[in-house]
T-cell receptor, first 114, second 116 residues
Framework: IAGITQAPTSQILAAGRRMTLRCTQD?????MYWYRQDLGLGLRLIHY???????GKGEVPDGYSVSRANTDDFPLTLASAVPSQTSVYFC?????????????FGNGTRLTVT | AQTVTQSQPEMSVQEAETVTLSCTYD???????LFWYKQPPSRQMILVIR??????QNATENRFSVNFQKAAKSFSLKISDSQLGDAAMYFC?????????????FGKGTKLTVNP
């Protein structure tokens, strides 16, 4: 089934550790995104990529980095995790910009930083 | 910067009744797209309905319809004949047609409870 796969589903991480959240899509979508979801704050954009080889900063990029070496993969790295990065992380993709290119979401990664 | 406001953190409705979730947004653009997403307890994000700003006609998808008031920058979602499966978080989202990315800006969400 075509879609977005995120791994892991959940993770408990000690503060200061490095962590990479994985995201893979098989829809050949150009654009990919990382959002974090926090209670009462909705979804906030961390980083995005319009196409392979390019990335951009979203609303809350500090403490996170991304890469887009190919069309399918868009990993999110926390170089040194802090408790405020406890959240649910969603990867998403879209074919383009139009209304007929809505975002498709993965099932999320619940990350707890202790 | 564009912002999306959902003024109702929580709403409830009786099964089979109608409920309207409100959404307003702030933008200086004349053309853009608007979306409603549903997030049930499974955590999955599901597209409910979409609207193009240049279209006057309100979008409908089965029991879901929108009231798009462009001048007022309002994009409310109406759910008719509410069902227990409609219980979820609902997020309103805005996407510009121009600019550097295809990213969506989300509101903070409205939690909908459906009472049997």
């Amino acid at each position: 089934i075509a879609g977005i796969t995120q791994a892991p589903t959940s993770q408990i991480l000690a503060a200061g550790r490095r962590m990479t959240l994985r995201c893979t899509q098989d829809m050949r979508h150009n654009a990919m995104y990382w959002y974090r979801q926090d209670l009462g704050l909705g979804l906030r954009l961390i980083h995005y990529s319009n196409t392979a080889g390019t990335t951009g900063k979203g609303e809350v990029p500090d403490g996170y980095s991304v890469s887009r070496a190919n069309t399918d993969d868009f990993p999110l790295t926390l170089a040194s995790a802090v408790p405020s990065q406890t959240s649910v992380y969603f990867c998403a993709s879209s074919r383009g910009r139009g209304v007929n290119s809505p975002l498709h979401f993965g099932n999320g990664t619940r990350l707890t930083v202790t | 910067a564009q912002t999306v406001t959902q003024s109702q953190p929580e709403m409830s409705v009786q099964e089979a009744e109608t409920v309207t979730l409100s959404c307003t947004y702030d933008t200086s653009e004349s053309d853009y797209y608007l979306f409603w997403y549903k997030q049930p307890p499974s955590r999955q994000m599901i597209l409910v309905i979409r609207q193009e700003a240049y279209k006057q006609q309100n979008a409908t998808e089965n029991r879901f319809s929108v009231n798009f008031q462009k001048a007022a920058k309002s994009f409310s979602l109406k759910i008719s004949d509410s069902q227990l499966g409609d219980a979820a978080m609902y997020f309103c989202a805005y996407r510009p047609t121009q600019g550097g990315s295809e990213k969506l800006v989300f509101g903070k969400g409205t939690k909908l409870t459906v009472n049997p």
